[in-house]
């Protein structure tokens, strides 16, 4: 197949996704039962129908916290690990470790609904363990989750959504996030766009001078650092942009995935722009054994456990 055949298949198959995204949310508005708690059964749907059928989606779930001191609290949707047995997925409470995602889900987004989504991303990662022994393992949660919205209220003349949306990102990551891992990973607006949060290793002394010169006085071996952006979707529809997204981050785990998801990323659909840096001291996220092995370097993988990028 030629690359422009391949362009225009992918970008026949985002049509097929936001059509569908379309005609189940019209058909949830006019019936308000299926519209109930926040439209879930929309995005469920959705997911369901476009991520590979292993992974299946379940509505309302209580992710069991794998700390003693974690909360726990019911998630809209959750996807589950391929590996995650029939007779476990029945039940209320899933074992985080049979989480390949999960989901807030919001009709209307709003300010309040982003501050909760930040907020319950930050209680769901701290109460896992942390995992040890790579960049990724330590620097990256064991799963993404994020924020669905069909629409925003930020709709009278004159308002800026895209702009209300991100810096209300910015000041929740800060306010709620006290380690990378603890940073909401997506936020979908089904008619506005979609936000997504890089991490980076390790950051040169010189880079991190040039973009925030009181970081690095008096160190010269780095930092780590994280940012939250917009996705370049060009003329992508979003909900497509989201499930390119979603396939590049289940990539990391599952080789199977890789496939489609270099698929989407040849046209396009993972890349993001914009975002303003926020930098960590890198004792303060990774582990001692780790911190060694990043004086070496990282790597330009798209997958491994040592790369320099990770989104």
Known sequence: MSNAMHHRWLQSVEQDIQQEYTRLHEAARSDPQRAGHGGEGTWKRILGDWLPPQYEVATRKYIIPEESDGEVFETDLVVFQPSYPQALRVREEVMSSGVAAAF???????????????????????????????????MVPPFPVGLLAH??????????????????????DKLYATHPREILDFVCVADLGVWRTTRMPCVSPDIVRHMNPDKLENNEVGMAMTSIMQVDAGKSPTVAVLIANLYARLALADPTLRPLADGFHAIGDVAGSGGMPRFWELGAVFSPEVLLGLQVGTRRERYGDWNELYG
């Open 104 to 138: 807030s889900v919001k009709l209307t987004l709003n300010r309040e609904g982003i501050r909760d989504a930040f907020e319950r991303a930050a209680k769901t990662q701290k109460g896992i363990k942390p995992r040890l022994g790579t960049p990724r393992r330590e």
């Open 151 to 172: 629409s925003h209220t930020w709709k009278s003349s004159g308002s800026a959504p895209s702009s209300n949306v991100y810096a209300t990102c910015m000041e929740m």
